[in-house]
């Protein structure tokens, strides 16, 4: 049993598995601020159901949830270069496939959380003399984001599970730190563990919060 | 900027090839996904603590690591302990402990909200405690999630492509092959995520007909 207590492992290796830990979290970050910022705006103009529109929109949304993140990212690496004169590279194309792969499902959940809002909230608001933005700013923001946050906060922690990916076209994140790390010590099995519990200590904190989230909002629905 | 589609057509035997695995390890990750997931409900909100922090434990797990993670822990860790692995089989398995989780919670939620009264019900009527569990609680439980557990059966056909990562010969790993043989990355994994679309898109579509025709007729 003595071979498996840290053989091989330096502190330089320590440093290696934390700097991934970052480069994992500070992609997650940049896909969910993308993911955020284009899903908001689809999610709003699929709220306002506009006929056409809305159904075009479903084009962009639907095709994103239902194909694997694996294929989009490697057509966006490979795939993309091979056609154009734009060749990304591994971070550019980990970064905004993982954004637009997270817009598409913050679209769903923008989009269901104003839906959420009664329409009487908008007739009410309207027949106040309230513009648009005023009511969708004073009157449905305010109880959309009920809905909206503990199904976030969801996304956000399955998008920094599946941000692993990337690793795949061969952006070192904290996963390809471990198969680097498992190369050279010949030690997977407590290399892949530590990696597992490194994640679990980021995303652990976070799906609680969401759970939480989600009992605070069941308890606001009971009263409202 | 010129195209060649050519080489899906030419190569469709190995890509359908590759579908067939995908199918394979999807089928077989579903039943133990689902059998499991449906111990693991039982385990949650059973009396015994224990059994409950257990379950508790192995979703929280699974849930919060990345899937590829998971994988790489089965398919290389474990020969270190001096289990011999597979692709195919540590796919299977690996995939089908990760949806065990997911689907144990959806189980669970639709346990809870069987009404208290029929379980009642069914136990004045003498039936003993595994006949409530196997012909009330089940079959109640699983009409309320039938579309939750579909949409989790879709999402398992999805990250079946991540077994790429350990080359299980499925559609995503003999897509990568070819695009590496051919040079044509652009058309086939164009391809692919068309292919990966109809396949979602016409599961979802049946999984919606039959709950609709079968499953939930006659709940309001």
């Known amino acids: ?224 | 900027m010129t195209f060649h589609f050519e080489v899906i057509f030419k190569n469709l035997d190995f890509l359908l090839n590759g579908l067939k695995i995908t199918f394979l390890i999807s089928i077989f990750s579903l039943f133990i996904g689902f059998f499991l997931g449906l111990v693991i409900a039982f385990m949650r909100i059973s009396k015994s603590k224990l059994l409950s922090k257990i379950a508790i434990a192995y979703v929280e797990f699974f849930r919060n690591t990345p899937f590829l993670v998971q994988l790489f822990f089965f398919y290389f860790g474990l020969p270190e302990l001096g289990i011999i692995t597979e692709p195919i089989t540590t796919a299977i398995i690996a995939l089908g402990v990760n949806s065990a989780a997911n689907n144990s919670e959806v189980i669970r939620a639709g346990i809870i909200s069987i009404n208290k009264g029929l379980v009642e019900a069914a136990e004045s009527l003498g039936l003993t405690k595994f006949q409530v569990v196997r012909l009330v609680i089940i079959p109640n439980a699983l009409r309320v999630t039938f579309r939750p557990l579909g949409s989790n059966f879709i999402n398992l056909i999805l990250t079946t492509s991540v077994a790429v990562s350990i080359t299980a010969n499925e559609l995503m790993s003999n897509a990568m092959t070819l695009s590496s043989n051919s040079f044509r990355p652009f058309e086939i994994y164009l391809s692919i995520l068309v292919l990966y679309c109809i396949l979602t898109f016409s599961l979802s579509g049946i999984i919606h007909f039959v709950d609709k025709k079968f499953i939930s007729k006659g709940i309001s």
Do not use: H
């Open chain 1, 1 to 224: 049993m003595g071979q498996y207590i840290f053989p091989n492992l330096t502190g330089y290796d320590v440093q290696l598995l934390l700097k991934g830990m970052g480069t994992t979290i500070l992609i997650t970050l940049l896909a969910i601020a993308i993911g955020l910022a284009f899903g908001f705006v689809i999610g709003l103009i699929r709220s306002m159901r506009i006929p056409v529109v809305s159904k075009l929109l479903l084009i962009y949304i639907e095709p994103i949830r239902n194909s694997p993140l694996v294929a989009q990212l490697f057509f966006a690496y490979y795939g993309i270069a091979m056609v154009t004169n734009f060749s990304p590279s591994a971070f550019q194309a980990a970064v905004w496939t993982l954004g637009i792969n997270t817009s598409a499902f913050a679209a769903v959940i923008v989009n269901a959380s104003i839906r959420s809002v009664d329409k009487g909230q908008w007739e009410a608001a309207y027949s106040l003399g309230l513009t648009y933005w005023q009511t969708f700013r004073l009157v449905v923001v305010q109880q959309a984001i009920r809905v909206f946050i503990p199904s976030f906060v969801g996304l956000c922690v399955n998008q920094l599970q599946v941000s692993s990916l990337v690793s795949l076209i061969g952006f070192v994140d904290l996963t390809r730190v471990g198969y680097m790390l498992t190369l050279r010590t010949y030690r997977p099995f407590l290399i892949w563990s530590i990696v597992a519990v490194l994640y679990f200590v980021i995303s652990y904190p976070i799906s609680r919060f969401a759970r939480y989230a989600e009992t605070r909002v069941k308890a606001f629905g009971k009263i409202g």
